[in-house]
Antibody, heavy 120, light 113 residues
Framework: QVQLQESGPGLVKPSETLSLTCTVSGGSISGYYWGWIRQPPGKGLESIAYIYYTGRDTNYNPSLKSRVIISVDTSKNQFSLKLSSVTAADTAVYYC?????????????WGQGTLVTVSS | QSVLTQPPSVSGAPGQRVTISCTGSSSNIGADYDVHWYQQLPGKAPKLLMYGNSNRASGVPTRFSGSKSGTSASLAITGLQPEDEADYYCQSYDSSLSPWDVVFGGGTKLTVL
């Protein structure tokens, strides 16, 4: 079955850009939407952005939109997240997930998550 | 503050029935948008539990059920098991945020006594 794996630096300095990649295995990235969700330590879930596999349809959480870029690389079966000008408030476990439908759809499956700490 | 409101915690003894509510408004659940539920076991990633209000995801036991009425949705667990101890989150669509469409509840911690 489809599996997702996040990768990227676990430590990012304040004001720098957080960059994460999600690698999809066991299936094609084609035909689906793909998203990023984060969870600050001890807190709830916050969806960040999602993208259609063609890259033509993207949607961003308004609270983060000015700092986020989501992209997809179908040749590598990967999609990526860039979050700029990070602060300590961006410290969280970042999950990638598949979304069957764009608007209103659920997220399934999820990656195991990767903890990103923002600190100097 | 989440658009969807969940109780911070619920508890029950093994074998009992518990329900977790997810209360929204006329711009999300009340507008007949689907509600999805996730289970997050301690230290693990969330896992889809219920989709489209009342459909169990693959492999989910039948003792989990979902429903929706008016501006609220509920997740019910009958025959509570120790392994059900986890955090549960609801997710839906909110038209007031359009074009953005993903809203999560704040999460509910289920304790099995």
């Amino acid at each position: 079955q489809v599996q997702l794996q996040e990768s990227g630096p676990g430590l990012v300095k304040p004001s720098e850009t957080l960059s994460l990649t999600c690698t999809v295995s066991g299936g094609s990235i084609s035909g689906y939407y793909w998203g990023w969700i984060r969870q600050p330590p001890g807190k709830g879930l916050e969806s960040i952005a999602y993208i259609y596999y063609t890259g033509r349809d993207t949607n961003y959480n308004p609270s983060l939109k000015s700092r986020v870029i989501i992209s997809v690389d179908t040749s590598k079966n990967q999609f990526s997240l860039k979050l700029s000008s990070v602060t300590a408030a961006d410290t969280a476990v970042y999950y990638c997930a598949r979304r069957l439908h764009g608007s209103g759809g659920d997220f399934d499956p999820w990656g195991q998550g990767t903890l990103v700490t923002v600190s100097s | 503050q989440s658009v969807l409101t969940q109780p911070p915690s619920v508890s029950g003894a093994p074998g009992q029935r518990v329900t977790i509510s997810c209360t929204g408004s006329s711009s999300n659940i009340g507008a007949d948008y689907d509600v999805h539920w996730y289970q997050q076991l301690p230290g693990k990633a969330p896992k889809l539990l219920m989709y489209g209000n009342s459909n169990r995801a693959s492999g989910v036991p039948t003792r989990f059920s979902g429903s929706k009425s008016g501006t609220s949705a509920s997740l019910a667990i009958t025959g509570l098991q120790p392994e059900d101890e986890a955090d549960y989150y609801c997710q839906s669509y909110d038209s007031s945020l359009s074009p953005w469409d993903v809203v999560f509840g704040g999460g509910t911690k289920l304790t099995v006594l």
